[in-house]
């Protein structure tokens, strides 16, 4: 008792004991003599003290594990902030709650059904069939050496990781309804049937169907000369599943309203409205990452080397997956200089209509977005190889992560799959790539040091590629059908997509009442969302023929110029309702869009050119200007785009109500071409079926 012993010298003297080689008079470790009159009650405090120190043991592995854990849950915080950052202003409540929403789904679906299935007694090495519920872990049952309560927790975790991937895919234009539907069905079903392929006893498995005996069969010998997949953090098993989830519902759903130009099919670009909160919520996501990669050791005591590895693998990764795509992006990306053209030559405006969108010069930038989302794909791609590499290996797969986002994002693009937040290329492409460089990069000395329970030379002889291949098709395959079949059914019962109009006046007001900014607004003022700019674009309406005058206008009222034909004067208002600066964009995609409607020669008739389209295309971020007129009951003079020598189509007669504000912009060659369409024709979702070539 008065000697300090350590827990080595302790268990020694234990198996001497044991082995009944005590005799009186032995030494201790510490040089002391201890008194053997009673080797039973030595042996049965050594026993106490070995019993304490295994204890300790699984509670600071249980311990280590439930701070994971929280970290990875945090990360959902890290989502919140990304995603709400990405979307336009309109849309943030919605994809805040969405992400709350479906962590609880998450929880409590993987709670009931998804547990079991995952890690309970495996069926034809195909899915788990026990512990629902968590029937069989509320007596202290141990899984992997720590308590099964703080293991359920930390999976739970990561099955919420993977739904929240599929928001990301598919926001601004999924109903809530359906987002819900398809985050139950990935909790209880896609996502833990994943899991027990390859984590549980499933036939992808390190522990793959046991036998009678414990022995272990994994693909392709079924024997301890494979090692079944390796997939340490869930490069294919997390990320794989929300990325490729994500992509089948990005292309059922469609692209969202203004996002491709009606005409050309050119990519309309809709930038953040707050690169603050994607810096935040990446830098967020990237620390949940090294409890994400680091947790999946499942206990610290005897691994703490291994952690050290782990998180240098990881940072290593991410910042040379960053550092990677912003220089490409750099060298091979033209971005508009419009931005800077608005600030450097307002002067330049002519009837405070757009800037002539050949004036526009490109120059290199560095890409925020791409900065941001390589990082993530980076983080990704080392997942599944975080505990069997080395850094410089580390290094590689990063670097080739930055270059498959860059690729995939753009390939995306090109065949018109509107993913908002780049999700399929951060986790689903990047997910395949980490877990393909399992096999390429694994040595079998570190697969051993990670805890693999087989001693072979599957990465030596390349079978271990083979066996990642065969994995992650297998995956992604599962993945995608059992995705397609679910959103077929919601679809089937026109469930899946908000209607236009919601669209364009953004889900939050409709389905939740709220919007994420209040900014106290003037009469012509945009606030925050499209549903605010009708309220005010009109607020004031007159009658029929009866002339009637402008609305009272702020600061001093508009100013008068006189209108493209000479004949007329109007009121322009220069205010902020005109310009739509929160929801600006690029000048060259709207001078596109422009230059082919103005490729009609401006005689085509009523319905050539869709001002329906061009009217989303506005509600998607192009800046516009506004005149008041109290009455429309004739196109302006000299306008010969709608057929007959200038007569009003139907929709164009004068009605009551009519009168109000009304938008016009200016085509490439300078004309400027007036569209009669009023905002007011979103309103109950009344929408034109066409007014002509070159308007917008």
């Known amino acids: ?48 003290v070995e019993r304490d120190l295994i204890q300790v043991q699984e509670d600071a592995d249980s311990g280590w594990l439930a701070l994971c854990g929280v970290l990875i849950l945090g990360m959902q915080g890290g ?39 995952a890690f309970g007694e495996t069926q034809g090495c195909v899915i788990g069939a026990s512990n629902f519920a968590l029937s069989e872990l509320w007596n202290g049952e141990k899984v992997g050496g720590v308590s099964g309560s703080t293991f359920f927790f930390f999976q739970a975790a990561f099955a919420g990781t ?54 272990f069969h994994p693909i392709f010998t079924r024997s301890d000369r494979s090692n079944g997949v ?59 990452f090294f409890a994400f990669n680091c947790g999946s050791t499942i206990q610290i005591t005897g691994k703490g080397a291994l952690a050290g590895t782990i998180l240098t693998n990881t940072a290593v990764s991410a910042a040379m997956s960053c550092v990677t795509c912003t220089a490409t992006s750099l060298l091979l990306d033209k971005t508009s200089d419009r931005l800077l053209f608005e600030k450097e030559y307002e002067a330049l405006r002519v009837q405070n209509s757009l800037v002539n969108a050949e004036a526009v010069g490109y120059r290199r930038a560095f890409k925020v977005s791409h900065a941001f989302n390589s990082l993530l794909g980076g983080l990704v791609a080392i997942t599944g190889s975080c505990s069997v590499v080395s850094p410089w290996w580390a290094a590689l797969i990063g670097l080739v992560a930055g270059w498959c986002y860059y690729l995939s994002s753009k390939l995306l693009l090109r065949l018109k799959i509107d993913d908002p937040l780049d999700a399929f290329p951060v986790h689903g492409v990047c997910g395949f790539w980490g877990s393909l460089a399992v096999g390429i990069f694994c040595t079998d000395e570190a697969v051993q040091h990670a805890g693999y329970p087989h001693v072979n030379e599957a990465c030596k002889s390349g079978e271990q590629f083979a066996v990642q291949l065969v994995g992650v098709i297998v995956i992604a395959t599962w993945t995608s059908v059992s995705s397609f079949l679910l959103y077929y059914a919601v679809q089937t019962f026109d469930k899946l997509r908000v209607p236009e109009t919601m669209e364009i006046v953004g889900m939050d007001l409709v389905d939740h009442a709220a919007e994420a900014y209040r900014i106290e607004a003037d009469h012509d003022e945009i606030g925050g969302s499209i549903f605010r700019m009708q309220k005010t674009l009109m607020g004031s309406e007159q009658p029929p023929g009866g002339g009637g005058s402008p609305p009272e206008q702020p600061n001093g009222g508009g100013e008068h110029r006189a209108s493209p034909s000479g004949d007329q004067e109007i009121t322009m208002s220069r205010s902020k309702a005109g310009r739509l600066d929160t929801l600006s964009s690029s000048m060259e995609s709207i001078g596109a869009l422009l230059a082919g409607a103005s490729n009609n020669n401006n005689t085509s008739t009523h319905g050539g050119f869709s001002p ?9 971020g192009f800046e516009i200007d506004t005149e008041y007129r109290p009455h429309a009951s004739a196109p302006p003079p000299g306008y010969a785009g709608m057929g007959g020598g200038g007569a009003a189509p139907p929709k164009l007669q004068a009605r009551p109500g009519w009168g109000g504000w009304y938008v016009w912009s200016a085509p490439r060659d300078g004309s400027r071409q007036e569209s009669l369409e009023r905002l007011a024709m979103l309103k109950d979702g009344a929408r034109p079926t066409g007014l002509g070539g070159g308007v917008v």
């Open 1 to 48: 008792e008065a000697t300090p012993w350590s827990r080595k010298n302790i268990l020694v003297l234990y198996r001497r004991v044991e082995k009944g080689r005590w005799s009186a008079g032995v030494h201790d470790p510490g040089g002391g003599k201890m008194n053997t009159s009673s080797n039973e009650a030595l042996l049965a405090r050594l026993e106490a």
């Open 612 to 620: 329906g389209a061009a009217i989303n295309s506005c509600a998607a």
């Open 230 to 288: 390796i997939d340490v953090a869930g490069s294919s098993v997390v990320h794989v599943v929300g990325g490729f989830c994500g992509l089948v519902g990005a292309i059922m759903l469609g692209p969202r309203i203004g996002r491709f130009a009606p005409l050309t099919g050119e990519v309309l670009p809709i930038p953040p409205h707050s690169y603050i909160l994607v810096a935040f919520g990446s830098m967020a996501i990237w620390v949940g």
């Open 79 to 117: 989502f919140m902030m990304l995603e709400a950052g990405t979307v336009r202003n309109k849309n943030v409540v919605t994809l805040i709650f969405k992400n709350l929403w479906d962590t609880c789904i998450a929880v409590l679906g993987f709670y009931l059904l998804g547990f079991g299935f």
């Open 162 to 215: 993977a739904i929240t991937i599929v928001s990301g895919s598919t926001c601004e234009r999924m109903r809530l309804e359906a987002y819900c539907a398809i985050s139950l069905f990935l909790s209880t079903i896609v996502y833990p049937v994943a899991v027990h392929w390859v984590w549980g006893h499933g036939f992808l498995s390190s522990q793959a169907c046991p036998d009678a005996r414990g022995v």
